[in-house]
């Protein structure tokens, strides 16, 4: 078989493929500006060869049945280990490669896909299904205690198979990635419409498997409101829901499905409702002197029912850092779209509600375009966000020994502002016995509801090198128990892992926890679907 993905070779220490990684001269430049801000001299270490980087030997024989399908080729297995969290790029780029996969699968068709499963489930291996490897909470891993295990790579499933211009939907195989499930749906006008921000790197199937979080902000948020019904194979057999635009009958089976991970089943495709690409469009940054200003306005905003796509806030921090203002005002970004109706009233009102909550803006900073009208208006801060929000690479600073993490909840307004009070607190004093004063700590909200927002909290500091691990957890484990204490979720759309796994059991009914694994047991007796994801089976 042909040792690499269609899409080309994946970097093992960045995100996305060998084309993303950075320059050498971009990675001595960050260095330096880190250097700089942090006043210690940092260097930027050699990125390891794959020949040198040691691995063992893989532990299982690929039959010559699966011989098309199944690798034990280095860079596949080496490219295979982990996804996307920034630990774990830090520790491919340290080379270290303790746990590889023993195989790699590519299946071109589900019967090949069955194949592999069926022998993955004879011989007790486990199977890991993988997508765009993106995960940030350990999803793909192989498990310290697998006796052998095979990493299921999906993106030769890859294509649209169908339309149905009529329901507005489409027939989609899980393992394409952001890009192609859109330059698919383009010439016929449409558009699914979800763009988490790993879009390039990411696949539909990685998306279901987690319920990820798109950036458009209100309405239609999780991947879920856009899934009409999946298709799906277990070591039991074939799984599949029915086409229906809602339905009444029972628990719903998609919802078992969307979010279980990988552990109960390998989504071959799914019908996804697709709509028009949007043409007429509506954008405002609004600048705010205080974030109790800017939090209440959003509430409001939310809460009149406008649904604008995007609604985000950024704290003074982050809209200093990401947008470019001054570090001391609030950033609220508000956007609308549609494909049918002129969006310039609704953003008239949406900044009428801002302003009568304290919020900055001229009238021509509001950016009206579509239709037969020329675009007005100026883009300005929101252009600056939207350029950093896209340009993130973890390969910039990977290895430099800075700890940068996210970690992100949502939570009911009554609760808020006292939980982000909490949040700051807390954590700002680990931040501080960690790094001392040199550290970040910001927010911004990713998505918002009528009941409550999805705060996302970004920090980082300079770490001790080699001790990024242990500094880190320390992070994590001051922040993941104050989201539950405090009263939010674990996560809100970066999914549970192996990383939240026992905070997702603290906050689950102890008889869903049973239930699900009830569930497991029916569709995987012999736990070999991603063990250690969600719960330890
Ligand atoms: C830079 C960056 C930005 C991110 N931004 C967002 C964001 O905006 N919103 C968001 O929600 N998340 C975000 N994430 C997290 C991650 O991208 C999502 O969880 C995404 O849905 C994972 O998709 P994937 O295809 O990469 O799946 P993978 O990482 O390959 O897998 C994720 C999980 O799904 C399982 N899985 C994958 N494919 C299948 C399948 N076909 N059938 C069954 N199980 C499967 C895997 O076993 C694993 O448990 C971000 C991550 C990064 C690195």
Redesign the pocket.
Known sequence: MAEQGQRGRRSFWT?GWQEDEPTPAQRLEVADLLSHSYGVKISVPEIPRIENIELRDPRITVPDTLSSVVTTDKTERVTHTY??HFLELNRALRGDFEHPPDAVAYPDTEDQLESVLDWCDGNGYAA?????????VD??SVPDSASGAVTID?ERLGKVLEIDETSRAARIQ??IFGPDLENALRPKGYTLRHF???FP???L???I??R????YATNHTHIDDFVESIR?VTPQGWWESRRLPGSGAGPSPDRMVIGS??TL????EAWMRIQKRPVFRANAGIAFPSWEQAYTAIRHLVQAKLWPANLRLLDPEEAGRAAGLDGKHALLIIGFESSDIPQGDLIRFAVEIARDNGGLIEDEQIQISGGSNETTGRDGAVGNWRSSFIG?N?GLTNGLGLITDTFETSVTWDKWPAFDAEVRDRVGRVLNETFGKAHTLSCRFTHVYTDGPAPYYTFSGMGTLGGEAEQWQAIKDVASEVLLTAGGTITH???V?RMHAEHWARQTPDLHEKALRAAKKTFDPNSIL?PG?LFDP
């Open positions: 995100w996804g996307g890991i299904p993988y997508g765009g490897g993106t995960t940030v999803g793909v999906m899980a393992g988490p921000q790993s790197w990411s696949t199937g990685g998306w498997a987690t990820s979080g798109g950036h799906m991970e990988g089943g390998i989504i071959t993130v973890a759309h970066h999914s892992g991603n994801v």
